[in-house]
């Protein structure tokens, strides 16, 4: 059982300020954490079902005294589409939708993007909470307020900066969670710390055993300091026109990887962990980053990956895969590289020749990963 604790996080954006609450038993109270930031409102809970289906008990108590109606459906990678966003939006009319209604996405990262996309859409912008129940979800996607869906061509192409009115996450939702998707959620608390904080990269390379086992200390100092992490960048750069860039570090070469496989194959933090160890490479490549700080990244992604089968790809295929990345000017691909573990910088348009080289050299790690015991 994760330890009682509660951290309250404030995010300030142009659009107003909004507390991310980290909190055992927040669920229990979510009705009223709702109301407390925005009043009675009809709430549509727009939730992934396996989610709902174990963990939606304890949300329906903290909503009993609330007006609600539960949105139910399978949100996986492959559903996050426009059809899907439209068959959302014309549940929530006709079940009697207005203006003044507050969709409650429930899940994990893609219920938070699809479900902050119709309320951003549905009436041209309405309310929304995010409720996170994924590792991967909580440290990063649930804050920012980055909406969206993809494309059959690129992901996360269609979408909108919408922010959250309040984002609550509660610890004991990873109690339950499966370990692959428990380990892909830790590649974004990797990532974390080589953008921002050599502190966290320090914590995450030396308790893997604690990390690993979900001590309640370690789930709730990698929440705590992703979020505080995530907020700082967003409160500096609300629409990725600079700073907030930095938290793609790994992302490109990811994204690709997963338009190669078809979003079939592996989660996003997979995919993430698969292009830090890339990015890492081709920092290194690119003279930024010493072999040290390189092996280190390497090292301690690979201590909490998943053992992948990668070794049907070809690189080439993948960094062609780039082009129609949204983080791309005018074709030309946008890099986030490392400098040092803590510090990273942009370069558009490397070499491609040293963009295969480090995408090859990431899929023989994820060979030699698939040979270990984990």
């Known amino acids: 059982m994760v330890q009682r604790g509660m951290t309250l996080v404030r995010v300030e954006t142009s659009a107003g ?27 549509f809970v727009v939730a992934d079902e396996a989610v709902w289906a174990c963990q939606g008990e304890r949300l329906a108590a903290g909503l009993e005294d609330a007006d609600w109606t539960l949105l139910s459906i399978p949100l996986g990678e492959t559903r996050k589409r426009l059809a899907t966003v439209e068959e959302l939006c014309q549940a929530m009319h006709r079940n009697g939708a207005d203006r003044r209604s507050v969709v409650v996405a429930f899940g994990g990262g893609v219920a938070g993007d699809v479900g902050g996309f119709v309320a951003a859409s549905y009436m041209r912008g309405i309310e929304f909470v995010q409720v996170p129940t994924t590792l991967l979800a909580q440290v990063d996607a649930a804050v920012g307020g980055k909406t969206g869906v993809n494309l059959a061509s690129g992901k996360n192409l269609v979408g909108a900066f919408h922010q959250p009115a309040l984002v609550l996450i509660d610890p004991q939702t990873l109690e339950s969670l499966p370990d692959r998707e428990y380990r892909a959620g830790l590649q974004e608390v990797v990532k974390h710390g080589v953008i921002r904080s050599p502190e966290l990269f320090d914590y995450m390379e030396r308790h893997r055993d604690a990390v690993l086992d979900r001590r309640p200390e370690a789930v709730e100092y990698m929440i705590s300091a992703s979020v505080r992490i995530k907020s ?20 490109t070469l990811a994204h690709a990887l997963e338009a190669e496989t078809a979003y079939s194959r592996l989660l996003h933090g997979e995919a993430v962990g698969f292009g830090l160890v890339a990015a890492a490479k081709l920092s290194e490549l690119r003279g930024r980053l010493s072999a040290g ?19 049907d790809l070809d690189p080439s295929c993948i960094v062609a895969r780039i082009a129609g990345d949204k983080k791309s000017v005018g074709g030309r691909p946008r890099f986030v590289l490392a400098e040092a573990i803590g510090r990273v910088s942009e370069e558009l348009d490397p070499p491609s020749a040293h963009v295969v080289e480090a995408t090859a050299y990431a899929l023989r790690a994820w060979l030699v990963r698939e040979t270990q015991v984990v």
Do not use: C, M
């Not at 700082?232 to 992302?251: Q, T």
């Not at 700080?293 to 070794?311: C, F, K």
């Open 232 to 251: 700082a960048v967003v409160r500096e750069d609300e629409r990725e026109g600079g700073l907030r860039r930095i938290l793609n570090f790994g992302h």
């Open 293 to 311: 700080d390189r092996q280190r990244i390497e090292t301690t992604v690979l201590a909490y990956a998943t053992a992948l089968s990668l070794d």
């Open 17 to 43: 300020a909004y507390d991310v609450r980290v909190e055992v038993g927040a669920l229990e109270r979510a009705g009223q954490f709702v109301e407390a930031a925005l009043g009675q409102r009809k709430i």
